[in-house]
């Protein structure tokens, strides 16, 4: 089975500091993203990737940025965390090559900003 | 830009009963996809469906199925027999047609189901 693992299920940062999550991918999927979750408005597109050292914003990039170094691992990174970054992460993968390539998702990282 | 709306932001049903979720979306493409994803308690999204838009025959998937309205642009999910596992929250996603590249996801606001028992 395809595995999306997130580094940490729960997360408390003070306003400020600088978080990094990381996200990890062991099927050598070329695609990779990050969704923010809140309530009322589903999930929404931060970054995604689709191969090493590329990116693209998404929806919502304010605020954000990402690191793709190896093809594995998709690190998304709040410069200075805002209360308002208080949020459910989720990261996803897919395989590039077919139009009906599904996203595995990992268990999302839960974070609070104080 | 494509947009995926869900206007019931929470739905209950009995144990062993049929619901029907509801989802509309607004695209100027004629080739794409659509998804019913769940999210239980654990939080990991599960795929519980997927239409492609070319194909007029609704998808079906055990005790899941979808009512494509392609004119209409709606995309409702129909679960019968309904068990307690079913409880979670749903999303509604779409996705262009893309032959190369990352497959990004629409999602919809989510609509949170209830089983009674």
């Known amino acids: 089975d395809v595995k999306v693992t997130q580094s940490s299920r729960y997360l408390v940062k003070r306003t400020g500091e600088k978080v990094f999550l990381e996200c990890v991918q062991d099927m050598d999927h070329e695609n990779m993203f990050w969704y923010r979750q809140d309530p009322g408005l589903g999930l929404r597109l931060i970054y995604f990737?689709?191969?090493?050292?590329?990116?693209e914003k998404g929806d919502i990039p304010e605020g954000y940025s990402v690191s793709r170094e190896k093809k594995e691992r998709f690190s998304l990174i709040l410069e200075s965390a805002s209360t308002n970054q208080t949020s459910m992460y989720l990261c996803?993968?897919?395989?590039?090559?077919?139009?009906?390539?599904?996203?595995?998702f990992g268990s999302g990282t839960q974070l609070s900003v104080l | 830009a494509q947009t995926v709306t869900q206007s019931q932001p929470e739905m209950s049903v009995q144990e062993a009963e049929t619901v029907t979720l509801s989802c509309t979306y607004d695209t100027s493409e004629s080739d794409y996809y659509l998804f019913w994803y769940k999210q239980p308690p654990s939080r990991q999204m599960i795929l519980v469906i997927r239409?492609?838009?070319?194909?007029?025959q609704n998808a079906t998937e055990n005790r899941f199925s979808v009512n494509f309205q392609k004119a209409a642009k709606s995309f409702s999910l129909k679960i019968s027999d309904s068990q307690l596992g079913d409880a979670a929250m749903y999303f509604c996603?779409?996705?262009?047609?893309?032959?190369?590249?990352?497959?990004?996801?629409?999602f919809g606001q989510g609509t949170r189901l209830t089983i009674n028992p």
């Open positions: 239409q492609e838009a070319y194909k007029q």
């Open positions: 996803a993968s897919s395989r590039t090559g077919t139009t009906n390539e599904k996203l595995f």
């Open positions: 990737s689709y191969d090493v050292k590329m990116k």
């Open positions: 996603a779409y996705r262009g047609y893309l032959i190369q590249g990352a497959q990004k996801l629409v």
